[in-house]
């Protein structure tokens, strides 16, 4: 299980609501995407980061590919940095579920 995590900085200019409505424009585009698990959108202010759950790294590396990089900058004028890192386990208490990933 892969965590994936997309970083950039607020483009110039993006209020809250902004970004709430760019996040809302991509709902179907990610939801139609079968390898994704789960999306969750995140800021700290300065800097919005979208954190995924993928089956793997290929899924994710397909799902942000060069074309997706370039329709995003296109998009919020600014660059995105992408990180990887391996699951291993996920305590989840809404589900009362542990699960640990080999």
Same mark, same amino acid.
């Given at each position: @299980?892969?965590?994936?995590?997309?970083? %950039?900085?607020? &483009?110039? $200019?993006?209020?809250?609501? #902004?970004?709430?409505?760019?996040?809302?424009?991509?709902?179907?585009?990610?939801?139609?995407?079968?390898?994704?698990?789960?999306?969750? %959108?995140?800021? #700290? $202010? &300065?800097?919005?980061?979208?954190?995924?759950?993928? &089956?793997?790294?290929?899924?994710?590396?397909?799902?942000? #590919?060069?074309?997706?990089?370039?329709? %995003?900058?296109?998009?919020? $004028?600014?660059? &995105?940095?992408?990180?990887?890192? #391996? @699951? %291993?386990?996920?305590?989840?208490?809404?589900? $009362?579920?542990?699960?640990?990933?080999?």
């Amino acid at each position: @299980m892969i965590m994936e995590l997309v970083e %950039f900085d607020r &483009p110039n $200019g993006f209020t809250d609501a #902004d970004l709430l409505d760019d996040a809302r424009g991509t709902v179907d585009h990610w939801r139609a995407n079968p390898d994704l698990i789960r999306k969750h %959108f995140i800021t #700290d $202010g &300065p800097t919005v980061m979208g954190v995924y759950v993928w &089956p793997s790294r290929a899924a994710a590396e397909v799902a942000h #590919d060069a074309a997706w990089v370039a329709r %995003f900058r296109e998009r919020t $004028g600014v660059e &995105p940095r992408i990180r990887y890192f #391996d @699951m %291993f386990m996920v305590i989840d208490n809404v589900a $009362g579920e542990v699960t640990e990933y080999a």
